[in-house]
């Protein structure tokens, strides 16, 4: 099925070690996004890509860098996990950079730093 | 500062009950609204929006949601809950002017037999 498509699904890292998230869309999708999802917190924004070649930070983006590889994809690096980094964390797509557009989301990678 | 209030964390029904899950927001102007469910180990599935117009909207899976201006509430609403339903359930706010997104913390709904 089209949607969004993210890998790892599961990740365990120790304090100190660096991975990349990937994901990637096949809806022609121009913004992309990366929020994580804590108990109690609901969804906050991480990093944004409004078009293929841009990034933005969101509301939380320390200890995290992306890079808008293409349009179709869109990956979050943590270069130095901490364990307050242990979340799940959600990619989405929009069509357009607006709040006229609803998001498709991916199913999400639950990381724990330990 | 805008927020999005869902004020149950948990709720449970029991099957074939009514179900209304309630958002209340904080802006000046009326904002785009949402509503997502989440099932278990999935992401995050558009259930209705409002933009503007009639004021309660219908959705997929048998959901409808009503804005209430004077209240600052976007409630979900079903009239017969299946077990399927059983899921968290977001509510989100689109701020034009600022073009940004805020979500609510969720809410847990457990379905009895």
């Known amino acids: 099925n089209a949607g969004v498509t993210q890998t790892p699904k599961f990740q365990v890292l120790k304090t100190g070690q660096s991975m990349t998230l990937q994901c990637a869309q096949d809806m022609n999708h121009n913004s992309m996004y990366w929020y994580r999802q804590d108990p109690g917190m609901g969804l906050r924004l991480i990093y944004y890509s409004a078009s293929e070649g841009t990034t933005d930070k969101g509301e939380v983006p320390n200890g995290y860098n992306v890079s808008r590889l293409n349009k179709r994809e869109f990956s979050l690096r943590l270069e130095s996990a901490a364990p307050s980094q242990t979340s799940v964390y959600f990619c989405?797509?929009?069509?357009?950079?607006?709040?006229?557009?609803?998001?498709?989301f991916g199913s999400g990678t639950r990381l724990t730093v330990v | 500062a805008q927020s999005v209030t869902q004020p149950d964390i948990h709720i449970t029904v029991s099957e074939g009950a009514s179900l209304e899950l309630r958002c209340n927001y904080s802006y000046g102007a009326t904002p785009y609204l949402f509503w997502y469910v989440q099932s278990p180990g999935q992401g995050l599935q558009l259930l209705l929006k409002?933009?503007?117009?009639?004021?309660l909207v219908q959705g997929i899976k048998g959901f409808e949601a009503e804005f209430k201006r004077s209240q600052s509430s976007f409630n979900l609403r079903k009239p017969s809950v299946h077990w399927s339903d059983a899921a968290e359930y977001f509510c989100?706010?689109?701020?034009?002017?600022?073009?940004?997104?805020?979500f609510g913390s969720g809410t847990k709904l457990n379905v009895k037999p």
């Open positions: 409002y933009f503007s117009g009639d004021t």
């Open positions: 989405a797509s929009s069509e357009e950079y607006s709040v006229n557009y609803g998001y498709t």
């Open positions: 989100a706010v689109g701020i034009i002017n600022f073009n940004k997104f805020y």
